[in-house]
């Protein structure tokens, strides 16, 4: 069977699926442009293998849209089985699913997630048009599934699929990490405090304010020095590092950019996971996580949330920007090592259908049910 995917970059987890499912098909993949204006250089990785990679030549726009007339004669030369469309929202995408409407070609429109909002007019009928342009969706869940419905996907032709970034050798890897001595990993990287509570996400997504960093700070200005808070990201804008030392929260790191091996070193460290967003699609960092056996206190404005956290199982979800239920959430978790104990196992239990492996087997399933 061969199968296209357009996609608008490429994404290291991405690469991995796109390898794993090019095992299972006659795979291509068409990339708008090769790198996010706004992304750290090492978030990219090499390709992997099993497909062929297109990179098409057009106008980078912003730090991910892009608009090339190149993707014509791609959808014009290929004859594919199945063909795919990574979402509407860039210019790119959009020409491709005009194209494919107009000469009345099948596709699968897929996404990561997504949240109604209020909108004019105009924007609700510009999504209707594309998203429900396709014959065929793929959801990342309910949520997701909800959003495309709304946009005039049939809900009956929805298929749902686990979206995740770790393959089973992460998540075998990370289990290995359960039985690490915690204080001697503390003592490596240099934590002095009781309980850890660990957030990854960027400065750079709105100046740590779509990431709600400032949430997590006013909320730290009210614990006590017992709880440390890591912050594993790009560099902290001037902004946060002068409200750090204006309130003097000491308990409160910038740990800037790592790695994938290094950062698996704090999220083994960790007591809990927190991640504080006023808007993420979908939300990787939780499923990382949650392979690490975290606790995890999110957001209702994060799709990874409110698929895998069960209020008072796994984790809490608040509303974003809500100081009060955030801090509530945070001394819940921490109420006792029996509360983390009983949320950890539960978190590891949730996550573990999660992988790149089956991503990539349900994807294949799909394509040749039709």
């Keep these: 069977m061969k199968v296209l995917f357009l996609?608008?970059?490429?994404?290291?987890?991405?690469?991995?699926?796109?390898?794993?499912?090019?095992?299972?098909?006659?795979?291509?993949?068409?990339?708008?442009?090769?790198?996010?204006?706004?992304?750290?250089?090492?978030?990219?990785?090499?390709?992997?293998?099993?497909?062929?990679?297109i990179f098409l030549k057009g106008k980078?726009?912003?730090?991910?849209?892009?608009?090339?007339?190149?993707?014509?004669?791609?959808?014009?030369?290929g004859k594919y089985d199945r063909i795919v469309v990574g979402m509407y929202s860039t210019f790119t995408a959009m020409i491709a699913i005009t194209y494919l409407q107009i000469k009345q070609i099948p596709f699968y429109l897929s996404t990561d997630g997504g949240f109604v909002s209020e909108e004019?007019?105009?924007?609700?009928?510009?999504?209707?048009?594309?998203?429900?342009?396709?014959?065929?969706?793929?959801?990342?869940?309910?949520?997701a599934t909800d959003y495309l419905?709304?946009?005039?996907?049939?809900r009956n032709k929805v298929s749902v699929y686990p979206f995740t970034s770790l393959t089973e050798d992460d998540l075998n890897s990370a289990k290995r990490y359960l039985a690490t001595d915690k204080k001697k990993l503390r003592n490596k990287l240099g934590m002095t405090e009781e309980k850890i509570l660990l957030s990854v996400g960027r400065f750079t997504y709105e100046g740590g304010y779509g990431k709600g960093y400032d949430t997590l700070l006013k909320v730290a200005e009210r614990l006590d020095n017992t709880i440390g808070i890591y912050i594993v990201g790009d560099e902290p804008t001037e902004e946060f590092i002068q409200w750090k030392?204006?309130?003097?929260?000491?308990?409160?790191?910038?740990?800037?950019?790592?790695?994938?091996?290094?950062?698996?070193?704090?999220?083994?460290?960790?007591?809990?996971?927190?991640?504080?967003?006023?808007?993420?699609?979908?939300?990787?960092?939780?499923?990382?996580?949650?392979?690490?056996?975290?606790?995890?206190?999110?957001?209702?404005?994060?799709?990874?949330?409110?698929?895998?956290?069960?209020?008072?199982?796994?984790?809490?979800?608040v509303n974003a920007g809500d100081v009060d239920a955030t801090e509530k959430a945070i001394n819940s978790v921490f109420a006792s090592p029996?509360?983390?104990?009983?949320?950890?196992?539960?978190?590891?239990?949730?996550?573990?259908?999660?992988s790149i492996e089956?991503?990539?087997?349900?994807?294949?399933?799909?394509?040749?049910?039709?």
């Excluded at 980078?60 to 030369?77: M, P, V």
């Excluded at 510009?126 to 429900?132: A, D, L, S, V």
């Excluded at 799709?303 to 809490?316: F, H, K, S």
């Excluded at 087997?361 to 049910?369: D, G, I, Q, S």
């Design 7 to 53: 996609v608008n970059l490429p994404a290291p987890y991405r690469r991995l699926f796109f390898s794993e499912l090019g095992k299972k098909c006659d795979l291509t993949v068409i990339y708008e442009r090769a790198s996010a204006r706004d992304r750290n250089k090492k978030w990219v990785e090499e390709k992997n293998g099993n497909y062929k990679e």
């Design 60 to 77: 980078k726009i912003g730090d991910d849209n892009s608009l090339s007339l190149e993707i014509i004669k791609y959808l014009k030369k």
């Design 120 to 143: 004019s007019n105009i924007k609700y009928h510009i999504k209707h048009h594309f998203i429900g342009a396709a014959s065929h969706w793929l959801s990342t869940g309910a949520n």
């Design 149 to 154: 419905v709304h946009y005039g996907a049939n």
């Design 245 to 317: 030392e204006q309130k003097n929260l000491k308990y409160v790191h910038f740990i800037g950019f790592k790695e994938k091996k290094e950062l698996a070193l704090f999220y083994a460290a960790a007591d809990a996971f927190i991640l504080l967003t006023k808007g993420d699609v979908w939300g990787l960092v939780i499923n990382e996580a949650m392979s690490f056996a975290l606790p995890i206190i999110t957001t209702l404005q994060c799709n990874a949330g409110i698929e895998l956290v069960r209020n008072g199982e796994n984790g809490y979800l």
């Design 338 to 354: 029996k509360q983390i104990l009983k949320m950890s196992k539960k978190s590891l239990e949730n996550i573990q259908t999660y």
């Design 358 to 370: 089956n991503m990539a087997e349900t994807h294949a399933n799909l394509f040749w049910r039709g």
